[in-house]
């Protein structure tokens, strides 16, 4: 049985995208260009949103995580698997993959043929050199099966559409105006024309603000991405039990402390899951898509999922 609040988590992610998508409308449709309010642009907006978060989510970042992650067959992992999405009510169970990484992580995503749990080749290291119980192991991947059953992939990328387009939209104008810029003042130099620096330093000015605003707008975005943390811990909880996450996390934390930056290789979207083995405090916790891991234990607890 699910906390009361994890039962309305589509409702908190579509008021979050409309929310983001809303600003956006109204910053560069309505007081850049000046075109006021029009609901059924607005309402294209909105659509335009959810069908780049459907290919962002099942083709373009399944196709970018392909070749990090490669398939792993291990009888005991996928049985875990089984048995758990099993409890979950979980039909599509999902495929093993590994990425060798020494730290204690896994993560899931979704692609059209069908959901992919990743592991850490370190966290299935400490698993059979006994650093990692049964338990512990069953309560992260328990956590991990926790986002496949609400979706979060899917959700993840529709709250994250409009700001990914323009920060991509705002990185390229920045680039372009830093390129006529430097060939204006060539051509200031030689044809004593500045022409293009202005048009530079316009686009450079345009790019930039696009992209401080997609970061702002973005905590509300890492704000969500924290919430379904939060709700995959409980779900992890409810599934094996809640000393057992607990503990899990504590191991992951002291494992991946110890772990130094340079020693965790590259994967596509590292913020998305790679831990970072560094204390933070609350202005960059406003930036993390993770809660603290004592927030994360603190909150099990209150629960009093035993």
């Known amino acids: 049985m699910e906390s009361t609040i994890s039962k309305y988590y589509w409702i908190y992610t579509i ?8 600003i956006f409308y109204l910053l560069f449709g309505g007081v850049l260009f000046g075109t006021g309010f029009n609901l059924a642009i607005f309402f294209y907006m909105l659509i335009v949103g959810f069908i780049i978060g459907l290919i962002s989510a099942y083709i373009i970042g399944p196709l970018i995580l392909w070749s ?5 067959d291990d009888l005991r992992i996928e049985g875990i698997i089984q048995e758990l999405s099993k409890r979950a009510g979980i039909n599509r169970v999902p495929k093993l ?9 896994a993560l ?3 692609s059209i ?4 749990l990743a592991i850490t080749s370190g966290l299935i290291n400490g698993f059979y050199s006994g650093n990692v119980t049964e338990d512990e192991l069953k309560a992260i991947i328990g956590h991990e099966l926790g986002h496949i059953k609400h979706g979060d992939t899917l959700r993840r990328w529709i709250v994250q559409s409009w700001i990914s387009i323009f920060h991509s939209i705002g990185s390229f104008l920045l680039f372009t105006g830093f390129i006529l810029a430097g060939i204006g003042a060539v051509e200031a130099v030689l044809e004593r024309n500045t022409a293009n620096i202005l048009v530079g330093l316009v686009l450079s000015a345009i790019g930039g603000m ?6 702002l707008v973005g905590l509300i975005a890492l704000h969500h991405d924290r919430f379904n943390e939060y709700l995959a811990d409980e779900f992890g909880a409810r599934l094996v039990g ?5 503990s899990a996390l504590i191991k992951i934390h002291q494992t ?8 965790i290789p590259y994967s596509p979207y590292p913020d998305s899951w790679q831990v970072k083995p560094v204390k933070t405090n609350p202005i960059e916790n406003l930036f993390s898509d993770h809660p603290p891991i004592e927030k994360r234990i603190e909150r099990i607890k209150k629960m009093g999922i035993q």
Do not use: A, C, D, W
């Open 15 to 22: 008021t979050i995208f409309i929310i983001t998508t809303f």
């Open 68 to 72: 990090s992650f490669k398939k792993f």
């Open 97 to 105: 993959m590994i990425f060798n990484s020494p730290e204690y992580n």
């Open 108 to 110: 899931v995503y979704e």
């Open 113 to 116: 043929f069908g959901p992919r």
């Open 210 to 215: 696009m992209m401080l605003i997609s970061k």
């Open 242 to 246: 809640g000393n057992s996450m607990i």
């Open 256 to 263: 991946n402390s110890g772990i130094l930056p340079k020693g």
